[in-house]
């Protein structure tokens, strides 16, 4: 059987990139004359809602290769079939990561201390304690050195997996090399995320909004919704290309495994929501409970009831059964609706500090959600179009042509 290696870009796909995109470019333009221009509480309003979109999608997008990195460090064969989805997807970081580099430096220099209250702590002992940390030139540092080795990293797996189509594998040794290689990078690039994602960077970029506030399982809490985000996010990419007759060793198989990260991270994701939460009510000391009760009392409260609705009660039951994690319009479905989900959860995860109960969910959000999500097609395409769909000579690819669950 000829398999189909090359991606090509139809003009239906292009122009709704390009659209979305443009979407984003309108809204933002609009937000900032509506908002971005008017007092400062209208300036806070634009600045949250770049604030949480670039981060949210950044994050979403380099979960992609920590997928990547995850499955090579387990020795997983199985996602071959589609790794090239998610390395094209990882792509996307570069982008996104200069867009939000941009925006949180916008944030620092810019004065923008009513989303960062620490930037003027005017004698707040709690401010002064944690500045050690919480500082401009430490807040700059990290953030070029956690978005900067992410693309790096990501680049040298990229490369590593690409120099394998020209260069196939001519004996066990070489194999045996080829794996180490991979094994070794991957291990940096989690050692890298383990310290960023999964520990200080959400301290910086989002807990830090709250600044009174703070909850050891919060990089945890973030990472997992941005990971099932974007295990959701690859789904959609693989049942997009299996409908236009492309990845036909991608098998209902290989889409159950796909479904089954999605319904195990979902519980994930509400296991840290009911801990977090759970720990800090049942203790009610008023320091504690600062972060949630504006959004359980205030204008949130519905979005915050909401969150548990998508991003567990929905992905629990839709994808318990077996034959609903192997339908291609189920799986869709679901995607759309965790990646709509996981973006409300960073929405009051941002949003209440900065704006307090003014709760405007306007056109404009979703606009400029749009135009990320636009933004990550077009690259994503463009990135699959270049290389060979498979990884043909990779020494685990047979285990991919084989895999059963």
Known sequence: MALKEQFQVSGRYK???????????????????????????????????????????????????FFICATTLAMGGWQLSFRRVSEAIS????????IAFIILMSLVFGNQHHIYHWLTPNGDKILEGKSGFLNPTFFTVWTVLSIGLWILLGYRMRKISRDLDEHPI??????????????VWAALYLFWFALTVASTTPWLWLMSIDAHWFSTMYSWYTFASTFVAGIALITLFVIYLKNKGYLELVNEEHLHDLGKFIFAFSIFWTYLWFSQFMLIWYANIPEETVYFKPRLQGAYQGIFWLNLIINFLAPLLILMKR???????????ISVFILFGH?????QMVFPGPVGNHLELSIIDFGVALGFIGLIMFVTGRQLSKHSLYVKNHPFFKETIIHHT
Not at 170 to 183: A, I, L, N, S
Not at 323 to 332: C, F, G, I, M, V
């Open 91 to 98: 792509v996307a970081v570069i982008p996104l990561g200069v």
């Open 170 to 183: 001519q004996t066990v040794e070489e194999g045996k090399k080829y794996v180490f290689k991979t094994t």
């Open 323 to 333: 034959n609903s994690k192997r339908n291609y319009a189920t799986l869709t479905f």
């Open 343 to 347: 973006w409300l959860d960073f929405y």
């Open 15 to 65: 122009t709704w990139s390009l659209s979305l995109s443009g979407v984003g470019v309108l809204s933002i333009l609009i937000g900032y004359f509506v908002y971005g221009t008017g007092d400062e509480h209208a300036q806070v309003r634009f600045w949250s809602m770049m604030l949480q979109n670039s981060i949210y999608f950044l994050l979403v997008v380099n979960a992609a290769m």
